[in-house]
């Protein structure tokens, strides 16, 4: 009667354990941000919805441009350069990365991407998970930022 009694309970637990959602378990577009989303990026340079949140303003003392994107599903910069290069750090969602003549490289929560100076590459998030990522420009004394052409619908879906 005992063991029976132990087994109800058991089978009880394992109901229960099985009808409720596991915190981890959240809707992929809902991304972790840490940092509000800020200015809606310019149609001129970026393709769907990118918000741009400034943390660190470019000044002589630092030289250093510090900010977070965030990305909504298929939304992605243009193609650009960093004449210093840039520093991505990806805290949330999923997302590309990609060098001219390259192969895509997809970008996760926790990856940590150098693109080096004066390399033609553009980034944003995958077409069904957004994108929250950190953004890191050293020596803003050289410049910042050299916009090109969008990423073409052509170019964004190879990558899937
Ligand atoms: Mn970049």
Request: proline content about 6%; glycine content about 8%; charged content about 20%.
């Amino acid at each position: 009667m005992k063991q029976l009694f132990l087994i109800v309970v058991i089978v009880l637990m394992v109901i229960t354990a099985c009808n409720k959602k596991s915190p981890n378990m959240k809707d992929k577009n809902d991304l972790n941000n840490i940092f509000p989303a800020g200015q809606k990026g310019p149609a001129e340079t970026f393709t769907g919805n990118a918000y741009n949140y400034n943390l660190v303003p470019d000044d002589g003392l630092y030289n250093t441009l510090v900010g977070n994107v965030y990305f909504e599903p298929g939304a992605r910069s243009n193609w650009h350069i960093h004449p210093a290069g840039q520093i991505l750090i990806i805290t949330d969602g999923v997302g590309y990365h990609q060098v001219k003549g390259q192969a895509v490289q997809i970008i996760r929560k926790g990856d940590v991407i150098k693109c080096p100076p004066n390399v033609l590459h553009w980034h944003g998030a995958s077409k069904d998970t957004g994108l929250q990522q950190l953004y890191i420009i050293p020596n803003t004394e050289k410049g910042i930022v050299d916009w090109k052409q969008a990423v073409t619908d052509e170019e964004y879906k190879q990558q899937q």
